[in-house]
Structures are given as C-alpha cells and as structure tokens.
C-alpha cells in the first residue's frame, strides 16, 4: 500500500529530494524512477509504481488512504491559516 513517511522528509536536505508528479510529494531523489508519461518523461516515487501494478482492490484502497492524507493535511492547513488571521486580528 502506497504510504508517505514524513520522517525521511527529515533526514535528507531539499536538494536531495525530487518531486513524484503521481503523489505529489517530494522523495529522497534514491526512491525516484523516471516514468514516461504521453507528456514526455517524469519523476515518479517508487512506491507509486509498485502500487499501481496492483489488483484494482488495493489501488482503490491506495487512493483512499492517500485521499484521506490529502483531506487531514488540507485541515490542518487550513486550522493554521485560521490561528495566522485570529492572531492578525488581535495586533
């Protein structure tokens, strides 16, 4: 199952990661294959490879999980854009 560790996200400085075009999420450039799209060819992580030469099932499963990691990280940005704008507020 696709999943995204953000503790390696830690260990390696900005320029040894390479942006995944599939999951949208920088990797250490190691985890990266080059993967040809119709658009010409792009970095694509290689857990994002590996799921989907999977059955239909676990993609779906995949793409749920990833859905909710996209949904919790979008409310916790938004929870942090809110205490930005309160604190602009109280100054």
Known sequence: MLRHNDNYNREYAM????????????????LMRRFRTRNGVRWRCQASIEAAARDVAERDAA??????MNREAARRLAHLAALVRSEDCVR
């Open 15 to 30: 320029s040894d990661m390479t942006f995944c075009y599939c999951c949208r999420v920088h990797h250490p450039s190691a």
């Open 63 to 68: 793409g749920r999980l990833q859905s909710a």
